[in-house]
Nanobody, 119 residues
Framework: QVQLVESGGGLVQAGGSLQLSCTIV????????VGWYRQAPGKQRELVAT????????NYADFVKGRFTISRDNTKKTAYLQMKSLKPEDTAVYYC????????????WGQGTQVTVSS
């Protein structure tokens, strides 16, 4: 069973930085496109960023462009979301998502990690 293990959330002041990590357990990481989503209280889950299996292509939601960077290290089976210039409106539970794009299809979610940005 594929699992995604997240880490790196926490409390930070506005303007600060955090890095989230998502490790793919029990499968080949480059077979997956990885995405980060977030869900704030009372709001729908929204896509933040995605990165292709080989790391060559990444996409960002407009509200994080220039502030967040998605990356991955397949040798460590881990994807990252580097978040800078954080704003209070970035406060949410952040979820890692992995979609298998090679071989048998499958979609998996991490357990979520809380990011709180204080003003």
């Amino acid at each position: 069973q594929v699992q995604l293990v997240e880490s790196g959330g926490g409390l930070v002041q506005a303007g600060g930085s955090l890095q989230l990590s998502c490790t793919i357990v029990r499968d080949i990481p480059r077979a997956y496109t990885v995405g980060w989503y977030r869900q704030a209280p009372g709001k729908q889950r929204e896509l933040v960023a995605t990165i292709s299996g080989d790391g060559a292509t990444s996409n960002y939601a407009d509200f994080v462009k220039g502030r967040f960077t998605i990356s991955r290290d397949n040798t460590k089976k881990t994807a990252y979301l580097q978040m800078k210039s954080l704003k209070p409106e970035d406060t949410a539970v952040y979820y890692c998502n992995a979609v298998r794009t090679v071989g048998l299809p499958g979609t998996y979610w991490g357990q979520g990690t809380q990011v709180t940005v204080s003003s």
